[in-house]
Structures are given as C-alpha cells and as structure tokens.
C-alpha cells in the first residue's frame, strides 16, 4: 500500500512542479513583453520629439524662403512699369519669372499648410 501512495505523491507532485514551471514560463513572457514595450514606447517618443523637431525647422526654413519669394514680386512689377512707360514689351524672362515665382510662393503655403497640420 505504501507504494501506492508514494507513487500518487510521486505524481502529484510532478504535476505541481508542471503547473509552477508554466506559470514562471508566463511570467517571464509577461516580464519580456512590458520590458520590450517600455523600450518601443521610449523609442516611439523620441522619433515623434525628432519629427517634431524637424516640422518645426522646415516651417521655419518655408518661412524665410516665402519671405524671400514675396520680396521678387514687386520687382517683376517695376520691370513691368518700366517696360511700358518705354513703351516697350516686357520681356518674356521676366514673365516666366513671375510665374515661378506665384508658382513657388503657392507651393511653399501648401507646404506651410500641411506641416502646420502635422505639428
């Protein structure tokens, strides 16, 4: 009888030493799981800080390189007063420059726009 009862033990105990071993086995994935997080969240946060850094230096950079555009406008519109006070065609260069130039100063606003959305 004896044997019996030690083999049930024998038994039982095996099946408590399983039982533990999974829950360790969880625990440890559980353990691996918020550590993994924990760096993919300090990861996430310091790309979102750096893209944010960046939007904020091109919105500076549009900035100044709009400035620049608004500036060349006014010229294109002496040359043009000058050209017809002279009585004389303004020159072809100068209205393909002042299309670029509109063109550039409505891209670098729709640029401006779309970072100032993303900020």
């Known amino acids: 009888m004896k044997r019996i009862s030690l083999n049930k033990v024998m038994a039982k105990l095996a099946e408590e030493k399983t039982e533990l071993g999974q829950h360790k086995v969880e625990l440890g994935l559980i353990d691996e799981m918020a550590s993994q997080s924990k760096q993919a969240d300090k990861l996430f946060t310091q790309a ?7 939007i904020a230096q091109s919105i500076r950079e549009l900035n100044v ?7 060349v406008r006014p010229i294109g519109h002496r040359i043009e007063e000058a050209s017809k006070e ?11 420059l002042q299309s670029f130039v509109d063109q550039s100063i409505r891209e670098v606003d729709a640029m401006l726009k779309e970072l100032n959305r993303l900020r």
């Open 86 to 96: 002279l009585g004389m065609p303004v020159p072809k260069e100068v209205a393909n």
């Open 65 to 71: 390189a709009g400035k620049a555009l608004v500036k």
């Open 48 to 54: 979102m800080q750096s893209t944010g850094d960046r």
